[in-house]
Nanobody, 124 residues
Framework: QVQLVESGGGLVQPGGSLRLSCATS????????MGWFRQAPGKEREFVAG????????LYADFVKGRFTISRDNAKNTVYLQMNFLEPEDTAVYYC?????????????????WGQGTQVTVSS
């Protein structure tokens, strides 16, 4: 069973940066496509970014606008989300998720394993 643990969330001022990490265990990391999702208060969980098994292909939500970068280190079984130029609208709980298979997906239902989430708050 795949287990995912996020870290790196916190309080940051508008325009600031954070790097989220997601450490995995219980599966072969390099077989897993990884994604980041987020859920803001009162809203549904939404796709943020995804990365394929080798890190050669990425997918982003439109609202990222080039501000976020997803990456992975298969030697460390970890996926990252570098977030720059953060805005108050980015405030949410951020979740790491994984799926097996070949193709990057945006749909929450395509991901079989989830972390507990890490809170990101963007406020002055």
């Amino acid at each position: 069973q795949v287990q995912l643990v996020e870290s790196g969330g916190g309080l940051v001022q508008p325009g600031g940066s954070l790097r989220l990490s997601c450490a995995t265990s219980g599966g072969t990391f390099s077989d897993q496509i990884m994604g980041w999702f987020r859920q803001a208060p009162g809203k549904e969980r939404e796709f943020v970014a995804g990365i394929d098994r080798r890190g050669g292909s990425t997918l982003y939500a439109d609202f990222v606008k080039g501000r976020f970068t997803i990456s992975r280190d298969n030697a460390k079984n970890t996926v990252y989300l570098q977030m720059n130029f953060l805005e108050p609208e980015d405030t949410a709980v951020y979740y790491c998720a994984s799926k097996f298979g070949t193709y990057l997906k945006r749909r929450e239902a395509d991901y079989g394993s989830w972390g507990q989430g890490t809170q990101v708050t963007v406020s002055s």
